[in-house]
Nanobody
């Protein structure tokens, strides 16, 4: 199993910044993808950004130029630096791990989700 622990959400004014962190623990193989999704009221969960263990990032168009994703493979931790925040960025942000992990019985490719952290941007 993979456990994901998120931190860094909160309340910020328009134009402000926040940094989210997500640490993965468990028996994990090195090649994987970690990223952030978000879900606001009445909307579907959507990709914000993700990054492979090789360091290749991918961003939603709505956050390009404002958000930066990075990771520390030694710590199995992914970060999301969010700058120039807008009210429309308000959502619950979820960390996602996609890769191969030992589930107690066998190694298996799967998706794992964090519990979510609230980001609120006031106007």
């Amino acid at each position: 199993q993979v456990q994901l622990v998120e931190s860094g959400g909160g309340l910020v004014q328009t134009g402000g910044s926040l940094r989210l962190s997500c640490a993965a623990s468990g028996s994990i193989l090195g090649f994987n993808t970690m990223g952030w999704y978000r879900q606001s009221l009445g909307k579907q969960r959507e990709l914000v950004a993700n990054i492979t263990s090789g360091g290749s990032p991918n961003y939603a168009d709505s956050v390009k130029g404002r958000f930066t994703i990075s990771r520390d493979n030694a710590k199995n931790t992914v970060y999301l630096q969010m700058n120039s925040l807008k009210p429309e960025d308000t959502a619950v942000y979820y960390c996602k791990f996609t890769g191969i992990a030992f589930n107690g019985i066998r190694w298996k490719a799967d998706d794992y989700w964090g519990q979510g952290t609230q980001v609120t941007v006031s106007s």
